[in-house]
Structures are given as C-alpha cells and as structure tokens.
C-alpha cells in the first residue's frame, strides 16, 4: 500500500495540473470562439507540454519564435502549394504535386536553421509544433492564415510550458523529500549499529 501510494504522487498531481489547464481553457477559448463550451484549444497546450517537458529553460524560451517560425512555415507551404497549382493538377495519390513541394521546399529551409545558431531560429521542436498546430488549426475552423491561430499558438505554448515547469518542479520536490528520507534512514541505522555495538 505504501508503494502505491509513493508512486501515485506524481499521476495525481499531474492530473491536477491537467484539469487546471482544462478549466484555464474554458476561461480562454470562448474570447475567441464566442459561444464555446468545455475544452476547445487545450490540445496546443499538451503538445507543448509533452515536447518540452523535461526542455532546459533556454530551449522553452527558444522555441517561442520557434512556434512564429513554424506558423510561417507553414502558410509558406500553402502559399508554395497554391502557386505551383496554378501551373498543375498533376496529383500523387491524391496529394497536390504543389503541397509536396511546398513541404519539401521548407522543410528543407528549416533544417538548415539548426546550422544558424541563433537564439531565434535554433529551436527545431518550436517550429514544428508550431507547424503541427497551425494545420491542426483547421480542424476547428482556423484557416492556417488566420493570424487568430497564430496569437492561440503562443498562448496555449506558455500554458504547456507552465505545466511542464511546475510538473518538473514537483519532481524535484520528490527527489529532495526522498533524499532527505533515505538519509534519514541510513542515520536511524547507523545510531541502531552504534547503540548494539555499545552495549555489546
């Protein structure tokens, strides 16, 4: 019993970080979709959450202009798509000859960043979630040049990354509290060894 309740402390307050985040998303999401109910945008906060949750805190200020990157990228994508489609229909599988360019072309650009070593451009994981969310945008009615989505983006980045700093704050507090109960114990211990070996 003792172990399980060791190791239920991080899931459940992990639980409780989450359903804040649901709660926060209910306060935000109807400023921009009026009429909204339940959760509506928090699925950007999770990924963010997930892809920087043990990040240092350089690599989560980074990829804020990650996330503005991404989000340019991928309007350059539709942007290259959409011209090169008005040269031809010429479909692979049902995919657009332009959209396969167009990820190509940029996905291409965006690697070569990496050589950059710059504060703004070095942050790969910003700028593909930053991609990944603002086509996901149009599953919710967001069109990826909406610059709406752009603003949703960085909002809900920040509130993963608060998640994720005050989930790795509490790991760390359960690293501390059982350091300090090991050290206990082997102190308890040691005096125990001592007090057999006096009295023998």
């Given at each position: 019993?003792q172990?399980?309740?060791?190791?239920?402390?991080l899931?459940?307050?992990?639980?409780?970080?989450?359903?804040?985040?649901?709660?926060?998303?209910?306060?935000?999401?109807?400023?921009?979709?009026?009429?909204?109910?339940?959760?509506?945008?928090?699925?950007?906060?999770?990924?963010?959450?997930?892809?920087?949750?043990?990040?240092?805190?350089?690599?989560?200020l980074?990829?804020?202009?990650?996330?503005?990157?991404?989000?340019?990228?991928?309007?350059?994508?539709?942007?290259?798509?959409?011209?090169?489609?008005?040269?031809?229909?010429f479909?692979?599988i049902?995919?657009?000859?332009?959209?396969?360019?167009?990820?190509?072309?940029?996905?291409?650009?965006?690697?070569?960043?990496?050589?950059?070593?710059?504060f703004?451009?070095?942050?790969l994981?910003?700028?593909?979630?930053?991609?990944?969310?603002?086509?996901?945008?149009?599953?919710?009615g967001?069109?990826?040049?909406?610059?709406?989505?752009?603003?949703?983006?960085i909002?809900?980045?920040?509130?993963?990354?608060?998640?994720?700093?005050?989930?790795?704050?509490?790991?760390?507090?359960?690293?501390?509290?059982?350091?300090?109960?090991?050290?206990?114990?082997?102190?308890?211990?040691?005096?125990?060894?001592?007090?057999?070996?006096?009295?023998?």
């Amino acid at each position: 019993m003792q172990t399980f309740i060791k190791r239920s402390r991080l899931p459940l307050v992990v639980g409780v970080i989450a359903a804040a985040l649901i709660f926060s998303d209910s306060l935000i999401a109807p400023l921009f979709l009026p009429g909204s109910t339940g959760a509506v945008f928090a699925w950007m906060a999770f990924v963010s959450w997930t892809v920087f949750a043990v990040s240092p805190k350089a690599d989560r200020l980074k990829s804020f202009p990650g996330y503005v990157i991404g989000f340019l990228a991928a309007n350059s994508i539709v942007l290259i798509g959409n011209f090169i489609g008005q040269f031809t229909s010429f479909n692979i599988i049902n995919i657009t000859i332009g959209a396969l360019f167009g990820v190509f072309i940029v996905n291409v650009i965006i690697m070569y960043f990496e050589y950059a070593k710059r504060f703004f451009l070095d942050s790969l994981p910003g700028i593909f979630v930053g991609i990944s969310l603002t086509f996901s945008g149009a599953g919710i009615g967001l069109p990826p040049l909406d610059f709406k989505l752009l603003l949703l983006i960085i909002i809900y980045g920040a509130l993963g990354h608060a998640c994720a700093i005050a989930m790795g704050a509490y790991v760390k507090h359960l690293e501390r509290a059982d350091a300090a109960t090991a050290t206990d114990a082997a102190t308890v211990t040691a005096q125990a060894s001592a007090d057999s070996k006096g009295s023998d």
